[in-house]
């Protein structure tokens, strides 16, 4: 899972930023991205808790913090340096911050 996140420090290079709809179809193309999508803001959240059995709900994400998940691509690649260069090319490399996890194969 590749989430796509802001940052608050992007990078200052001038060159022109890749295309995102350049980088969809060329992963797409090659089978690497699986599907993806952006988020809406974080003023449409909603945060859901159980505690001592009573139902928790409320307006907003889970944490207030200044970078915010805004976007995900489900990738699949052969391993963790595949991943690292799929990510490399997405234009949020630049203006924002990519998170890589893989996921977790727990026992049946």
Not at 8 to 33: F, H, M
Not at 83 to 97: F, K, L, Q, S, Y
Request: aromatic fraction near 4%; include cysteine; hydrophobic fraction near 40%.
């Amino acid at each position: 899972m590749m989430f796509v996140c802001s940052d608050s420090e992007p990078d200052t290079d001038p060159t022109e930023l890749p295309d995102i709809d350049t980088w969809v179809a060329e992963n797409d193309s090659r089978g690497r991205r699986l599907t993806g999508d952006v988020l809406a803001p974080t003023s449409a959240a909603t945060t859901v808790r159980v505690r001592n059995g009573e139902l928790l709900v409320s307006e907003g994400p889970f944490a207030e913090t200044a970078e915010v998940i805004v976007g995900f691509d489900l990738i699949e690649c052969a391993d963790l340096d595949e991943a690292i260069e799929v990510a490399r090319t997405h234009p949020m490399a630049r203006e924002g911050r990519l998170e890589l996890r893989p996921f977790a194969n727990l026992p049946d």
